[in-house]
């Protein structure tokens, strides 16, 4: 745990719960002052709130309380409406941890989440960051909950030298020292308030900061320099192609993919594999029918956290009476709206796709 020599003060947690008391944000799933927190909300959002903003979280989090108002709701509902109603979030696989984190609360706790960082630890999706944020801020319990914006903060008040991600061992135990055994709920959410509004990664507003005179980074201007990160290696392109058929009664060939792995449970056109050395010449091969494609202009980009991907379309028009090769299904266009289509098959539908007009005929959109 290594910070430079220096420093005048050391960061006070009743500096930054006083702060907190006058500048917290009013987030749709945070207790009121006064309120006891709902644990069902906090860990709904926590879970969401993994590689996701705030901003794109709020109306996700609305729709999905709606249909889904209690853990027994969740628990009860279909895998493929749990999927649905995330779909657009991303990462997938939260949507499956998700759902049977819900199900192992019902069916092993009766419907009441744990209330310590080890019991919650056993449950499907919640890990080393979510066990202690849920226990903190459901439950009160002292847990030192460190996402990213708390890294940032606890980086420079400390000044970890080590660069992400070898350095989140030091910075959690600075973390850790810190936490008040009053009020730990409410200072695990004023670290991540700090770091989100007045900690920023940019152009951070130190001259506001109730921590701005124990800051070691700040004390030499070097604020901006930390948290240190090793240079991220950028994955190679994939590329791939995707076929989208559009039967002539209106359906959409689709093909829901298998639960575990990449868009896992998810649907969309049936696609080739993707590699770095995909052979288009050879893409028909992957075809699932045996119809005239017609290969359409451009391609559909999309990035993924380890890769970008670039896919080739291939559009055919089939008769009616075509049947759904095995494992595959026609989904009539209108209802494509309830299937869990990930953004990338948004996009792909929205590159192939005629665009519907409201005489009811169809227009192709036009191509690059």
């Not at 980086?155 to 030298?161: D, I, S, T």
């Not at 695990?188 to 007045?198: K, N």
Request: proline fraction near 12%; glycine fraction near 6%; aromatic fraction near 8%.
């Amino acid at each position: 745990m290594e910070a430079s020599l220096g420093a005048r003060a050391e960061p006070d947690p009743a500096d930054l719960l006083a702060w907190y008391d006058r500048h917290r944000r009013d987030l749709p799933w945070r207790a009121r002052p006064g309120e006891s927190p709902d644990p069902y909300r906090v860990w709904l959002s926590e879970i969401m709130l993994q590689q996701t903003t705030v901003a794109a979280v709020k109306p996700f989090f609305a729709r999905f309380l709606e249909r889904f108002p209690t853990v027994e709701a969740l628990a009860a509902a279909p895998a493929e409406a749990v999927m649905q109603a995330w779909a657009g979030l991303g990462y997938y696989a939260r949507a499956r941890n998700l759902h049977a984190c819900a199900k192992a609360v019902v069916e092993a706790h009766g419907g009441r989440f744990p209330d310590t960082e080890a019991l919650l630890r056993k449950l499907p999706g919640i890990g080393a960051y979510t066990a202690p944020a849920i226990a903190a801020i459901a439950f009160n319990r002292p847990a030192a909950a460190v996402d990213g914006n708390v890294e940032r903060v606890i980086a420079r008040v400390f000044r970890v030298e080590e660069p992400l991600p070898k350095a989140r061992a030091a910075i959690k135990a600075f973390a850790e020292s810190l936490v008040p055994p009053q009020r730990p709920g409410d200072f695990a959410q004023a670290l991540m308030d700090l770091g989100a509004t007045i900690c920023t990664p940019k152009r951070p507003a130190c001259a506001l900061c109730p921590w701005m005179r124990p800051c070691r980074a700040r004390a030499e201007g070097l604020q901006e320099a930390f948290p240190r990160k090793t240079p991220k290696a950028e994955g190679a392109v994939r590329r791939g192609a995707v076929f989208v058929a559009l039967r002539a009664d209106g359906a959409v060939l689709l093909r829901t993919r298998p639960p575990e792995g990449l868009l896992g449970g998810m649907a969309g056109s049936p696609t080739s594999a993707w590699a770095p050395d995909y052979d288009l010449a050879r893409a028909m091969l992957d075809a699932p029918l045996d119809a005239r494609w017609t290969r359409l202009p451009g391609v559909v980009r999309h990035g993924f956290t380890h890769f970008p991907l670039e896919l080739t379309v291939f559009f055919t028009r089939p008769p009616a009476e075509t049947p759904a090769p095995e494992g595959m299904r026609w989904t009539p266009r209108a209802a494509l709206a309830e299937e869990p289509v990930p953004k990338v098959m948004r996009k792909v539908f929205a590159h192939a796709l005629p665009t519907p007009t409201p005489a009811g005929k169809a227009v192709k959109p036009p191509r690059p």
